[in-house]
């Protein structure tokens, strides 16, 4: 097995761990930590075919990628934060009477 094939048999892992926990746990930081898990496991999968290629695209895409995702970190964690303090669970079914 030589490199590339390692590190997309690793993203596919990172991306399977996150979906995983993504549906399994019930526990929306460790939901939220997941979905990082799979975006991580997005761009390396992106970094490894750029390099393969030779191409600086898919590292541009990383970087939007890095962007968008700290964007979302910085709107879901006082979203999470104000949920918190008003149900003082983490529980995302107690959540479930937001639902349009």
Do not use: W
Not at 2 to 17: C, E, P, R, T, Y
Not at 19 to 40: A, D, P, S, W, Y
């Amino acid at each position: 097995m030589d490199k590339v094939q390692m590190l997309q048999v690793l993203a596919g892992s990172l991306f399977a761990l996150g979906l995983t926990g993504v549906i399994i746990r019930r526990n929306v930081l460790v939901m939220l930590m997941c979905m990082e898990l799979m975006l991580n496991g997005v761009n390396l999968s992106l970094v490894t075919f750029a390099h393969t290629l030779g191409s600086a695209v898919g590292a541009v895409l990383v970087f939007l990628i890095f962007v968008v995702a700290a964007a979302e970190i910085a709107i879901a964690i006082p979203v999470v934060l104000l949920l918190v303090r008003r149900k003082r669970t983490l529980d995302i079914e107690s959540y479930s009477d937001l639902k349009g």
